[in-house]
């Protein structure tokens, strides 16, 4: 996905059921600006519709001008609350998705106004340096921004 960082618009943040509250989970000294854009790392954030299909350990929001206009998040389907809304047994889930546990595996997304674009599997370490670089390289490269992000202190 190649954005434009000047006309990219706003995310309705209600149009994607795993969507992160930008509001929740905000790590406030983890705020990065890159070139115009405000990029806020979420730790654990809720989804942003109130339904918790997935969990989300990490997510980035980035806005312009204070409003959303990307986001991207590492999740993982929740297979419990996806067997009880779908009516489905949790076995014939984990079957589906090659698993014993009671989540699918770690996946990367990018949120725009109009795609959730799937970066895949997450194979990256854990750790926040990890993750960090993570969004960031994301970030930068959907918006084409050269200069090196930088944090923003409080």
Not at 137 to 148: A, M, P, Q, R, Y
Request: proline share 5%.
């Amino acid at each position: 996905m190649n954005l434009d960082v000047t006309t990219q618009p706003v995310i309705d943040p209600l149009i994607w059921h795993t969507f992160p509250d930008e509001k929740d989970g905000i790590m406030s000294d983890e705020i990065w600006k890159c070139g115009p854009l405000v990029c806020t790392l979420l730790k654990n954030p809720a989804c942003r519709n109130g339904e918790q299909l997935v969990a989300i350990p990490y997510a980035m929001v980035v806005k312009r001008d204070g409003a959303a206009i990307l986001a991207v998040s590492l999740e993982q389907e929740d297979l419990r609350a996806l067997s009880y809304t779908m009516g489905i047994s949790l076995r014939e889930l984990q079957e589906d998705y090659q698993t014993k546990g009671n989540f699918s595996e770690l996946r990367g997304f990018v949120y725009s106004d109009v795609t959730r674009e799937d970066l895949g599997v997450y194979d990256g370490d854990m750790d926040l340096q990890s993750i960090r670089i993570f969004f960031l390289e994301t970030v930068c490269d959907t918006f084409d921004i050269l200069s090196e992000p930088v944090q923003v202190t409080m």
